[in-house]
């Protein structure tokens, strides 16, 4: 586009110094016959210089015409150019508006539909590109229903306060139960997010494996090995009452978050089998009650800022 103007403007230039130069041939040989006129030659000039001047006088009429052509076309070039900006501003504004109106559609669809983040990260891109009171009245539903969701969520939570880590802990109420330990939970840290999945279980000592040393997810076609540190586990005995527990906290990154996320709530069935170091297995199946807890949790993170 650059090259385009300066290719115009370097024409637009030579056409204007080409017609002051013949401008000036022009006003040379009109001088040249005023003072043949004065000297009483007349009009009629010398036999060998009337070619010349009658030679001069076409070109500068032909010189003249060529240049103001070139300043012409120039002129209807410019005058394209400038339609063309205006229309393509034009076509710009026209698809800006109906994306404004497509993204105010969406945020609508995806309210309704329960999925109240993403609504309100669309409802925001159409407010950017349009205010509207319509718009801002949407934004101000999703954020109250944010909020009252947020407040169902806390009541079936147990939030704690590391005050001298300055750490807030988001877990499920009912914690560890017997039988299988399986649920992420939330830390906040300095304004900051994160997530760790608890796993393991907690049975009677006749039951529990002794030291778990891997942890496998199968959900219908996928099968997931969990990594940790076996050194990073929880371990408690308590021979008289619970019985023996052990934990580990895993952090949720990458294929972590999409078992919790996707491939967990996409299947009904799903099966974590414990290892230990001489391949003996125990294997839980997920409750219903379970799957819920884990969506509670990953819902609550999801309004977190």
């Not at 586009?1 to 403007?9: A, D, F, N, R, S």
């Not at 030291?211 to 990073?232: C, H, Q, Y």
């Amino acid at each position: 586009m650059l090259e385009e103007t300066e290719k115009t403007v370097f024409l637009f230039v030579i056409g204007l110094i080409s017609l002051n130069r013949l401008m000036v041939e022009l006003l040379d040989v009109t001088i040249e016959l005023y003072e043949k006129v004065l000297r009483g030659t007349n009009c009629k000039v010398e036999t060998n210089k009337k070619p010349k001047t009658f030679k001069k006088i076409m070109l500068i009429i032909v010189g003249v015409i060529v240049a103001l052509s070139i300043i012409g076309a120039l002129s209807n070039n410019t005058s394209s150019t400038t339609d063309d900006k205006t229309n393509s501003a034009k076509e710009t504004k026209s698809s800006k508006s109906e994306n404004h109106e497509e993204l105010f559609a969406e945020a609508q669809k995806l309210f309704k539909d329960g999925s109240y983040t993403d609504a309100i990260a669309t409802v925001e891109k159409a407010i950017k590109a349009e205010n509207k009171d319509e718009y801002t009245k949407l934004k101000a539903d999703i954020e109250a229903k944010i909020k009252e969701r947020k407040g169902k969520l806390e009541a079936k939570f147990d939030i704690k306060e590391d005050k001298v880590e300055n750490i807030t802990f988001i877990s499920p109420a009912s914690g560890v139960t017997k039988g299988l330990v399986f649920y992420p939970y939330i830390g906040v840290k300095d304004s900051k997010k994160y997530m760790l999945l608890r796993a393991g279980y907690q049975e009677d000592a006749s039951k529990a494996l002794f030291v778990f040393t891997s942890i496998k997810v199968r959900a219908g076609e996928d099968l997931e090995e969990l990594k940790f540190n076996p050194m990073d586990k929880l371990n408690n005995v308590d021979f008289m009452g619970s019985g023996m527990t052990e934990v580990v906290d895993i952090g949720v990154k990458d294929k972590t978050e999409n078992l919790l996320t996707k491939v967990i709530p996409s299947n009904d069935e799903v099966i974590v089998r414990f290892e230990d170091i001489s391949n003996k297995t125990t294997d839980y199946t997920l409750s219903k009650e379970q799957k819920q807890v884990i969506a509670d949790i990953l819902e609550y993170y999801s309004y977190l800022d």
